[in-house]
């Protein structure tokens, strides 16, 4: 049995300064995956583009690569406006099979982190019914995302979600998402919380990133919802990333038997450590 399944999209970023180069949640989470102490599997959709050749054998080098092969890969241009990133959608790439997915053993937990809409509810739902994981994780920013090509990417309202997404996010174990995903409320996080409650229901443990300001834990088995701000915040670097840090991160330690709560902060020990290693 393997420890962590990671499925989603590599990625190309173009950034302003004029370089460009591979992400995504699969690098970001695989990376933290391997400071975290384990080899991950790794689903991937991608082109045959310069960057993504570089991104899958980065991805290929960090354990077991199921590469599907794709006439393009996602790609975002990056843009900051007003001192916040902008994402501009400039290409998409191929929807997830989840027959590639059955090649892979069965994981202890499967992380499910799309960026661009490439993997459907369905294959979500097909690849847990046939790996078997123990525990499913899932980053939902990539479901909750406006997305027209040659257009910033804008958050998608709640209502606007498909019914059978927020079935699939109901049976997950864990959900993970940040409140700059969210279109309600932004100033608001508790409200954020409250309404992917009532979508989700009682089952999942409900993590709400908030940036630097640390992050929300909702935790059905508990009798109230704990917000938790970092005492160490790392600030001047770019923070690409974080999220799917945190989520891979909060995966491993679940996969061992921690509870919610210490899975989150290790989460956050993990993502600060991330942070400091961009000042060097």
Known sequence: MSELL??????????????SAPGGSVLHAGLAAVQEGVAPTILAVAGDEPEARDGLARLAAMGELLHQPAPATTTYRHEE???????VFEAATATIDPAVGRRAGIPRVALFAPIAGELSAAAVDELRRDLGPERTVLLIQGW????????????????AVAADLWATFAA?????????????????????????????????????????????LDDPGTDRLVASMPR?????????GAGDTFGAALAVHLSRGEGAALAAEAATERVIQVLEARRS
């Open 144 to 159: 909750l995302r406006r997305l027209e090509i040659g257009s910033p990417v804008l958050p998608l309202p709640l209502d």
């Open 232 to 240: 160490r915040v790392v600030q001047g670097v770019p923070t690409v």
């Open 172 to 216: 997950a174990d864990a959900i993970v998402v940040s409140t700059e995903d969210l279109a309600e409320a932004p100033e608001d996080p508790f409200a954020q919380a409250a309404a992917l409650r009532v979508r989700i229901g009682p089952g999942p443990v409900l993590v709400l990133t908030l940036g630097t300001e640390g992050y929300l």
């Open 81 to 87: 406006k007003a001192g916040r990133r902008v994402l």
């Open 6 to 19: 990671i499925v989603g999209g590599l990625t190309i970023d173009h950034f302003a300064d004029g370089h």
